[in-house]
């Protein structure tokens, strides 16, 4: 072999040597205060699972990154967006009438919206919620509460009552990881560690003409969810 031919696969092995670092240092968290700034509040859950345990819950963390930490999510298309505002406003006006079937229609809706954004879908329930704990630490908690509200029973009066109650709360935090996802108030849902970007901004623009739309026609419900009414 050629004294040229041997310096130019020691050069590709430096290069996929260091691009394989540059992937790992990206997907990776660095120790607890990388795991804290990355999971938000649900850090704190995972330490409080494994009753203050704090190594084992960043080991369950770490291997959640490690599964999903590359994913990369892609925008909804303008109409898409449209199409899941509608169906959480529809969720939300439903509740006034029936709690139970507008929880599990937000349960539904959660799921569905993942799906289409890119997150795993195949694993169920436990793999989804995984996921997106990892690119959206900050609100996932929402969908744990819904989805297990629209599956739990009542029974009496007073368990009615308290069931409601928690509905209510599920359906209100639960619209913050929606809202998230999904891009209110001018802020599209963003590819995982990329900024959004469109060629002309022309769905970027419509997108969020759908958006001022919507909290103007759901303005009203979400006080009333708020309140408890």
């Known amino acids: 072999m050629s004294t040229g031919m041997i310096i130019v696969l020691i050069v590709v092995g430096i290069v996929v ?21 990355r999971f938000g509040p649900e850090y704190e859950r995972a330490v409080a699972r494994h009753d203050g345990d704090t190594k084992a819950a960043e080991r369950e963390l770490t291997e959640r990154v490690r599964r999903h930490g590359s994913l990369r999510t892609h925008n909804l298309e ?72 629209a599956n739990a029973r009542t029974g009496g009066a007073e368990e009615s009552r308290a069931g409601t109650e928690e509905l209510r709360e599920s359906m209100v935090e639960a619209r913050a990881l929606f809202e998230d996802m999904v ?34 026609r759901t303005s009203t419900l979400k006080g009333r969810l708020a309140k408890g009414s």
């Open 17 to 37: 040597v260091v691009a394989a670092g540059v992937f790992a240092a990206r997907t990776k968290p660095r120790g607890g205060r990388g795991l804290k700034s």
């Open 78 to 149: 303008p109409a898409a967006r449209e199409r899941y505002l509608a169906r959480w406003t529809s969720a939300q006006e439903r509740f006034v009438e029936s709690p139970a079937e507008a929880v599990a229609e937000a349960d539904l809706l959660l799921a569905d919206l993942a799906k289409e954004r890119g997150f795993p879908d195949g694993g169920g329930y436990e793999e989804r919620l995984e996921a997106l704990s990892v690119h959206h630490g900050q609100h996932v908690h929402g969908y744990r509460r819904v989805h297990l509200a």
């Open 183 to 216: 891009g209110v108030n001018g802020h599209g849902p963003r590819r995982a560690g990329t900024d959004r970007t469109t060629t002309d901004g022309t769905a970027d623009r419509a997108a969020d003409d759908g958006a001022a739309t919507h909290d103007k």
